[in-house]
């Protein structure tokens, strides 16, 4: 893990919907710290705040108090313009959905993002990263479920984020294909530098990360740094 600046300063963050007459609290006071290219595995049962963190940390929703900060920007706030350009230049989003437009093929599902990029890699560039330079022309029905989801991911990383941000990306794999994206976004995460956060269900998944951040009822209720990161392949399911 890199040990240079913090990317995240995040202070006493809340969340709360209102569902009907209810307040749901998402989140509960969350403060952590991130580092740029730190790999974090997020863990914790349904409705304990992981995706509701997630969602803040890209810009995709706004905590209700508490600060969050991106390289001592607060997020907070930004407008919703601004935080339109935070997404598009520093954050990259692989979730458990593929989301490939189906009459697209591969490159051409890569190139929607490098289109709106400032500095993005070639479409063919990103998809050789995740092992796919050979499928580049196929449409997503001719692809398998890992070769889409790493699809997905070349077209998270074509536009060089600082972070990326997933949301169960091997949720809908099998263990064999699952490791083989787990592999892929390990790869990202050393070579590029890039700053990755993994929420997933799977605890084993935990063994891959720098640190581990158990979520509970919206916060955080365990902080664990692993002493040596195990590649995927060596992971027990």
Known sequence: MSQSQIIY???NLTKQYQAGETVVDALRGVT???RAGELLVLLGPSGSGKSTFLNILGG????T????FFQEQALGQMTEGQLTQYRRHHIGFVFQAYNLVPSLTAEENVALVTDIADAPMEPATALEVVGLAKRRHHFPAQLSGGEQQRVAIARAIAKNPAVLLCDEPTGALDQKTGVVVLEVLEQINREFNTTVAIITHNAAIAHMADRVIGFIDGRVGREER??????PAEIKW
Do not use: F, H, Y
């Not at 995709?60 to 905590?63: A, F, N, Q, S, V």
């Not at 692993?226 to 590649?231: D, F, G, I, V, Y």
């Open 9 to 11: 300063d995040i202070e």
């Open 65 to 68: 108090s508490g600060q969050i």
């Open 32 to 34: 952590l710290q991130i």
């Open 60 to 63: 995709l929703d706004t905590p």
């Open 226 to 231: 692993n002493a040596q990161r195990l590649s």
